[in-house]
T-cell receptor
Framework: AQSVAQPEDQVNVAEGNPLTVKCTYSVSGNPYLFWYVQYPNRGLQFLLKYITGDNLVKGSYGFEAEFNKSQTSFHLKKPSALVSDSALYFCAVRDEWRNRDDKIIFGKGTRLHILP | DSGVTQTPKHLITATGQRVTLRCSPRSGDLSVYWYQQSLDQGLQFLIHYYNGEERAKGNILERFSAQQFPDLHSELNLSSLELGDSALYFC???????????FGNGTRLTVT
């Protein structure tokens, strides 16, 4: 069964500093990996995804993520944080070998606080 | 705007009651996923339908059921409601091959 872990409930970063939000996963086959962001009282918004190809994926709002197969990780990064990046971030995984069990599993989320 | 519509936005009901949450997916999307978001449980996968057929089930209680209709809208039925069912319920649709989900704004269910 597939699973996702976000080891940090909360991450605090000073504005202008680089940020990293961690994610590790477990799947049977090859992973499809996603990052989503949720602002208060809203649905989740897609940021970026890894399906295949280059391990460094670029997404919306200056975010990027690095796929590391050996460490089964897909950490979200941004070189310079903005106060407006403060939100709840979710990592998600879909197993390529999904057969009859086609689901997308989310981590518990990491709350990102960017301090002015 | 994601193009996914969920109704109602808010629902307040009493324990033991039954409610129906509705989701209209983005135009052209055949897949509909349902998730439950509560404070301490993150985003829990409930069920996935593709073009009217159930594709995967998660930790969905027997008191909960869902279906996807020929026009591709989906309904999540919650019965014998308990206080612990209070949560945000999200619907998301996708083009199945790539799996990017487009979320509605959710239905906030409060059971009193």
């Amino acid at each position: 069964a597939q699973s996702v872990a976000q080891p940090e409930d909360q991450v605090n970063v000073a504005e202008g500093n680089p940020l990293t939000v961690k994610c590790t996963y477990s799947v049977s086959g090859n992973p499809y990996l996603f990052w989503y962001v949720q602002y208060p009282n809203r649905g989740l918004q897609f940021l970026l995804k890894y399906i295949t190809g280059d391990n460094l994926v670029k997404g919306s709002y200056g975010f990027e993520a690095e796929f590391n197969k050996s460490q089964t990780s897909f950490h979200l990064k941004k070189p310079s944080a903005l106060v407006s990046d403060s939100a709840l971030y979710f990592c998600a995984v879909r197993d390529e070998w999904r057969n009859r069990d086609d689901k997308i599993i989310f981590g518990k989320g990491t709350r990102l606080h960017i301090l002015p | 705007d994601s193009g996914v519509t969920q109704t109602p936005k808010h629902l307040i009901t009493a324990t033991g009651q039954r409610v129906t949450l509705r989701c209209s997916p983005r135009s052209g999307d055949l897949s509909v996923y349902w998730y439950q978001q509560s404070l301490d449980q993150g985003l829990q996968f409930l069920i996935h339908y593709y073009n009217g057929e159930e594709r995967a089930k998660g930790n969905i209680l027997e008191r909960f059921s869902a279906q996807q209709f020929p026009d591709l809208h989906s309904e999540l039925n919650l019965s014998s409601l308990e206080l612990g069912d209070s949560a945000l319920y999200f619907c998301a649709s996708s083009d199945r091959d790539r799996g990017t989900l487009h979320f509605g704004n959710g239905t906030r269910l409060t059971v009193t």
